[in-house]
C-alpha cells in the first residue's frame, strides 16, 4: 500500500513518552512510508526505549537543541545514516517552574530567556542545522499553542509561542527561494509530559470542555500528528508560513 511520505526521509525531536506528540507523529510517518530518525533529550536511552515502540527501527541521535556543538554535529551524522532530509519536525518546548503556573508578573529574565530559547529560537537554530540536507520540496513543522490569547497558567510559554509563531513565518520567508516550507500545527491541550509540568494545567484543559464544538480528547495525540504528517507531505506544496489548527475548532470560537 502506498503512503503519502513513500520514500521520504524525517528527522523528528521530540520523542520523550508514548504520549509525546511527536511520538505519534513518528509512528504515522512510519506507516506512511517514511524512514524516520529521531533525537533525543535529554538522553539517548529514553528516547531509545520509547522508539521500541514504533511500528519500525529509528535511529536516535541525541540533540539539545541549546548546544551548539550538538547543532553543529547534527547534519553529519543525519548524512551517514539518511544521506538527506525531506522533513523535519520540531516538537520542542520547555520553560522554567517560575516562569509558568500564575506567576507571569514575577518571573525573572533569565526564566523567561530559557524559555524563548528552548521553545522558540531553537526552531531556526534546528532548521539551520538541517538546512545543508534539504532541498526544493522539503519542509518543516512545529507545534504551538494558540499564542492570539492570555491563557490560564500557561504565562511565559504564551510569549515563547508567539515568537515561535513568528519565527516560523520568517523562516518561510527566508527559506521560500529554496523550496523549504515552514508551517506550524496549532494544537489542543494532550496530556503530555510538557503539559504535566505546568501547574494548574488541566484549568487550561477544561476550556476544551465547554468550548471545543468537535469533542476533544486530551489523551488523544493522534489528529494532532496526522496534521504534522499532512504538512511533511506533498499534499502543501504550496503552503508555508501557516498555523493549521487542530484544536476542535476553539481558536475561532467568540464564547
Ligand atoms: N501538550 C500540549 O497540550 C501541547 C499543545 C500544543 C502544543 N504543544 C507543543 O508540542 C510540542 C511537544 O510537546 P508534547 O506535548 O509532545 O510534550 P513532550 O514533553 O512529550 O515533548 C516536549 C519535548 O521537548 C524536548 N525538549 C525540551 N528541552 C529540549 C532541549 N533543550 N533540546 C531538545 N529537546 C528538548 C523534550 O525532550 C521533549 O521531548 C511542544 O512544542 C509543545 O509546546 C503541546
Known amino acids: 500500500m502506498s503512503g503519502i511520505l513513500d520514500g521520504k526521509r524525517i528527522l523528528i525531536t521530540g520523542v520523550l513518552m508514548e504520549s509525546s506528540i511527536a511520538f505519534h507523529a513518528a509512528k504515522l510517518a ?36 541549546t548546544n551548539q556543538e550538538h547543532l553543529d554535529r547534527l547534519a553529519g551524522l543525519v548524512k551517514d545514516e539518511l544521506g538527506s532530509l525531506d522533513g523535519v519536525v520540531h516538537s520542542i518546548g520547555f520553560a522554567p517552574q517560575d516562569a509558568l503556573g500564575g506567576n507571569f508578573l514575577n518571573t525573572p529574565f533569565e526564566s523567561v530567556a530559557t524559555a524563548m530559547h ?23 513543522v512545529g507545534l504551538t499553542f494558540d499564542a492570539q490569547f492570555a491563557w490560564p497558567q500557561y504565562d511565559w510559554m504564551g ?3 508567539a515568537a515561535l509563531e513568528a519565527t516560523s513565518r520568517y523562516l518561510a520567508r527566508d527559506l521560500g527561494k529554496e523550496g523549504i516550507r515552514c508551517n506550524l500545527v496549532s494544537a489542543g491541550p494532550i496530556g503530555s509530559m510538557a503539559a504535566k509540568s505546568i501547574p494548574g494545567f488541566t484549568d487550561l ?3 476544551w470542555n465547554t468550548r471545543s464544538p468537535l469533542e476533544w480528547n486530551m489523551a488523544d495525540p493522534e489528529p494532532t500528528g496526522r496534521a504534522i504528517v499532512a504538512l511533511l507531505s506533498d499534499w502543501f506544496p504550496k503552503t508555508t508560513g501557516e498555523i493549521v489548527h487542530v484544536d476542535g475548532g476553539v481558536h475561532m470560537m467568540g464564547a
Open 30 to 65: 512510519q506507516e506512511q512510508g517514511a524512514e524516520v530518525i529521531l533525537t533525543a533529550f535529554p538522553r539517548p536511552t529514553l528516547t531509545e526505549r520509547i522508539a521500541k515502540k514504533l511500528p519500525k527501527p529509528a535511529k536516535v541521535i541525541e540533540l539539545d537543541v
Open 118 to 140: 528552548v521553545s522558540a529560537f531553537s526552531l531556526k537554530s534546528l532548521t539551520m542545522a538541517c538546512r545543508p540536507l534539504m532541498s526544493s520540496g522539503a519542509a518543516v
Open 159 to 161: 510569549p515563547a509561542k
Open 205 to 207: 484543559a477544561d476550556v
